[in-house]
């Protein structure tokens, strides 16, 4: 447990680290680039650990890791200015709006090339996300047994969205909890007009139908000698059936296998566009270490797709999945603010070096797409309107620029402190959040 805490701690100091210190290098080039004198650059707050000095420049560690700063001469209005051009604000606004501006920018661009550089040598999906939602499992007592759904359906519109994937309809689904959903299912050549309801479930109250893709059972290796050999199935046969109920989710087909307690089962088989039946008597056998009964075959295994992608298409897929979590970021902070979602979805520092802890257990590429993601959650955070952050820096410039004058010091200083209030509250709300959620984990 306490080998966990700490693994997960260095990850996650070492991952936002990284990413602040590229946010700041953003701040930091831009204002060397427009000839603004940077006095510090800090990697963490507080009192200075170590450090050198280059320069007008003070480059140092700093005690709190979770952070960091950029301190320009003259970017503090409530300071007497002397007019030099080394001063932040005696730039011209559009060059103090590309130094702010650059922070954020850089958090976008490691979003992009992390992915990119993942998606070149491992890029991995779910096999199903591209294809047409066809229902291959439901749970019992599941939101999709709820609403009357069964194994074989096809939903051909979900939330008005026609002849949808299931990459299409997961966001909807893991946010929708709590509400009314409408889709239409294709049954035996009828449509079907019905409602989904997500159930909230797990510490974050995120959606869950309680559905499973079609994923067919075809076979890809027959042992010679077991059962499945002796009744003449072949690699490429597609089992269907089991018993007379049809299959459309493969995994079952082992669940059967496993109930049947060495029974003879009747499998229904597809070869070459035609069905047959075969009667076959299942062994109780050894596999991996464990004792089941089975018929000796070994299923494909078509749940994922690993692949390499050549350069060009992994920057271009990267680019695309990053627009789509962009996309998918303030709709959800759209459905927390108006409450369809639950605002324990929100993750703190506790919760990103749990996520960053287990991903880096995972392995490289799992980590490397948790920090990818949240190098664009950064990247988002600070471009929100909020005082203090970047956004509220760039929000004030949009209306100086407007105004065509400054705005006077005492509102820039109100517009702080409410930022500064507003910023310890989310931060207190966040980490309880996270606290609960360790504590009472469902």
């Given at each position: 447990?306490?080998?966990?805490?700490?693994?997960?701690?260095?990850?996650?100091?070492?991952?936002?680290?990284?990413?602040?210190?590229?946010?700041?290098?953003?701040?930091?080039?831009?204002?060397?680039?427009?000839?603004?004198?940077?006095?510090?650059?800090?990697?963490?707050?507080?009192?200075?650990?170590?450090?050198?000095?280059?320069?007008?420049?003070?480059?140092?560690?700093?005690?709190?890791?979770?952070?960091?700063?950029?301190?320009?001469?003259?970017?503090?209005?409530?300071?007497?200015?002397?007019?030099?051009?080394?001063?932040?604000?005696?730039?011209?606004?559009?060059?103090?709006?590309?130094?702010?501006?650059?922070?954020?920018?850089?958090?976008?661009?490691?979003?992009?090339?992390?992915?990119?550089?993942?998606?070149?040598?491992?890029?991995?999906?779910?096999?199903?996300?591209?294809?047409?939602?066809?229902?291959?499992?439901?749970?019992?007592?599941?939101?999709?047994?709820?609403?009357?759904?069964?194994?074989?359906?096809?939903?051909?519109?979900?939330?008005?969205?026609?002849?949808?994937?299931?990459?299409?309809?997961?966001?909807?689904?893991?946010?929708?909890?709590?509400?009314?959903?409408?889709?239409?299912?294709?049954?035996?050549?009828?449509?079907?007009?019905?409602?989904?309801?997500?159930?909230?479930?797990?510490?974050?109250?995120?959606?869950?139908?309680?559905?499973?893709?079609?994923?067919?059972?075809?076979?890809?290796?027959?042992?010679?000698?077991?059962?499945?050999?002796?009744?003449?199935?072949?690699?490429?046969?597609?089992?269907?059936?089991?018993?007379?109920?049809?299959?459309?989710?493969?995994?079952?087909?082992?669940?059967?296998?496993r109930d049947s307690h060495g029974q003879e089962v009747q499998l229904t088989i597809l070869r070459d566009g035609k069905l047959f039946q075969v009667q076959v008597?299942?062994?109780?056998?050894?596999?991996?270490?464990?004792?089941?009964?089975?018929?000796?075959?070994?299923?494909?295994?078509?749940?994922?797709?690993?692949?390499?992608?050549?350069?060009?298409?992994?920057?271009?897929?990267?680019?695309?999945?990053?627009?789509?979590?962009?996309?998918?970021?303030?709709?959800?902070?759209?459905?927390?603010?108006?409450?369809?979602?639950?605002?324990?979805?929100?993750?703190?520092?506790?919760?990103?070096?749990?996520?960053?802890?287990?991903?880096?257990?995972r392995g490289i590429s799992d980590l490397l797409m948790i920090v990818s993601f949240?190098?664009?959650?950064?990247?988002?955070?600070?471009?929100?309107?909020?005082?203090?952050?970047?956004?509220?820096?760039?929000?004030?410039?949009?209306?100086?620029?407007?105004?065509?004058?400054?705005?006077?010091?005492?509102?820039?200083?109100?517009?702080?402190?409410?930022?500064?209030?507003?910023?310890?509250?989310?931060?207190?709300?966040?980490?309880?959040?996270?606290?609960?959620?360790?504590?009472?984990?469902?």
């Amino acid at each position: 447990m306490i080998s966990s805490f700490l693994t997960d701690a260095v990850v996650v100091v070492v991952v936002l680290g990284g990413m602040v210190f590229l946010h700041e290098l953003g701040h930091f080039l831009a204002a060397k680039g427009f000839g603004v004198r940077v006095l510090t650059f800090s990697l963490g707050f507080g009192k200075r650990l170590f450090g050198f000095k280059r320069g007008d420049t003070d480059y140092r560690v700093s005690i709190l890791p979770l952070g960091g700063y950029v301190r320009m001469a003259g970017d503090d209005p409530t300071a007497v200015l002397t007019g030099d051009p080394g001063e932040f604000l005696s730039r011209p606004r559009w060059q103090r709006f590309v130094i702010i501006l650059m922070g954020p920018a850089m958090n976008f661009v490691l979003a992009i090339v992390v992915l990119a550089g993942v998606y070149r040598f491992h890029y991995q999906k779910p096999a199903y996300e591209d294809e047409p939602v066809k229902i291959g499992a439901v749970e019992p007592h599941s939101a999709a047994a709820a609403a009357g759904l069964q194994p074989g359906d096809v939903v051909v519109k979900f939330d008005g969205v026609n002849d949808p994937k299931w990459q299409n309809i997961k966001f909807n689904v893991l946010t929708g909890a709590g509400h009314a959903i409408s889709l239409t299912v294709l049954r035996d050549g009828k449509l079907i007009h019905t409602t989904l309801t997500p159930e909230a479930e797990g510490p974050n109250r995120t959606g869950r139908a309680g559905w499973l893709p079609y994923m067919p059972g075809i076979i890809e290796e027959v042992n010679p000698g077991q059962p499945a050999s002796k009744a003449g199935l072949k690699p490429g046969d597609m089992i269907v059936g089991f018993d007379g109920k049809r299959i459309y989710y493969w995994p079952l087909i082992v669940q059967e296998l496993r109930d049947s307690h060495g029974q003879e089962v009747q499998l229904t088989i597809l070869r070459d566009g035609k069905l047959f039946q075969v009667q076959v008597k299942p062994e109780y056998t050894e596999v991996m270490g464990l004792k089941t009964w089975r018929i000796g075959v070994t299923i494909r295994n078509n749940e994922f797709v690993v692949r390499e992608l050549p350069l060009a298409l992994a920057i271009e897929h990267a680019l695309r999945d990053n627009y789509r979590n962009f996309l998918e970021t303030f709709d959800v902070l759209g459905k927390i603010v108006t409450r369809q979602m639950s605002a324990r979805s929100l993750a703190g520092p506790i919760g990103i070096a749990q996520i960053s802890g287990e991903a880096y257990r995972r392995g490289i590429s799992d980590l490397l797409m948790i920090v990818s993601f949240i190098s664009l959650q950064l990247g988002i955070l600070n471009l929100l309107p909020i005082p203090i952050l970047d956004g509220g820096q760039i929000f004030l410039l949009a209306i100086e620029g407007f105004m065509r004058h400054d705005l006077s010091l005492e509102i820039k200083e109100r517009f702080a402190q409410v930022g500064i209030v507003f910023l310890l509250l989310i931060f207190v709300f966040v980490v309880y959040n996270d606290i609960v959620k360790t504590i009472r984990p469902s």
